[in-house]
């Protein structure tokens, strides 16, 4: 059944008498450092699930996007600002909330370990506290949080396999051995050295750098992604 009426403009409204479910913005964020990939959750100050670990996020307002919304979510809630995100997915099962029907749209960056070390994360708002983890060793998280996680995660194995997606964990110069590093923690495997360098080169979307990382053992040469596997990336949407 539909109700009618008018607005302070004059302009025609339409009311329908049907439930309406709430809207919420949740955030993965990835980052790799130090041989781990890790996200970044906040501990909950409130109920439901007081205490416990979540991604970032909260109900959108009713005069925001829904970008703008998960930008202020994650800027009130982890002191985090400045983050290209991109939509991920929607989650909307009927029992994931205890509090009703909350439909979720899910946000989704990567950042460097350089940008990731720029941003002082902190609890904020509802959020009691704020802080990276291994995606490996998580504690139990709110709501139906750990499924959208492993849904991101899953997502990132995928687009790694056969794109230059994994410039956005990197610094801009690093050496074959940190590269596979990277794609060994993310696809949870390891890989055979011979056979991952000689793929990567034939893909054509690294370069070198023309220099060299200093260690333990002999020089490693550095490289970086071609200008045009960056620009192909950035063009098409992270997670079609």
């Known amino acids: ?14 009311t329908y008498a049907h439930p ?7 955030v993965v964020l ?21 205490g416990q670990w979540a991604l970032p996020g909260g ?17 009130e809630e982890t002191g985090v600002r400045d983050v290209y995100l991109e939509q991920l997915y929607t ?4 029992q994931r909330d205890p509090r009703g029907r909350v439909i979720t749209v899910v946000y989704f960056a990567l950042l460097s370990a350089e940008q990731a070390a720029r941003m002082a994360v902190r609890g904020g708002d509802d959020a009691q506290d704020a802080r990276w983890w291994n ?55 390891a890989l055979d050295k011979r056979n991952f360098r000689r793929k990567i080169l034939a893909a ?16 490693a040469k550095l490289y970086h992604f071609t200008a045009k596997a960056i620009e192909l990336e950035q063009a098409r949407r992270r997670f079609p």
């Open 135 to 189: 995606v490996y060793d998580l504690p139990d998280l709110a709501f139906d949080h750990r499924s959208i996680l492993d849904y991101a995660l899953q997502r990132l194995r995928w687009k790694l396999e056969w794109t230059a997606l994994g410039f956005l964990l990197l610094p801009s110069q690093f050496t074959l051995s940190e590269l596979q590093s990277v794609y060994e923690t993310v696809l949870k495997e």
């Open 204 to 219: 054509e979307i690294l370069e070198e750098g023309g220099g060299y990382r200093e260690g333990d053992h002999r020089p």
């Open 30 to 50: 990835f980052t790799f450092n130090d041989g781990e990939l890790r996200t970044l959750l906040i501990q909950r100050g409130g109920p439901p699930y007081a």
């Open 91 to 94: 989650f909307g099962d009927p």
């Open 59 to 75: 109900f959108v307002r009713m005069d925001e996007s829904l970008e703008a919304a998960a930008q202020r979510e994650l800027l």
């Open 20 to 26: 309406r479910p709430s809207v919420t913005v949740d």
């Open 1 to 14: 059944m539909m109700g009618q009426s008018q607005s302070a403009t004059g302009m025609q409204q339409y």
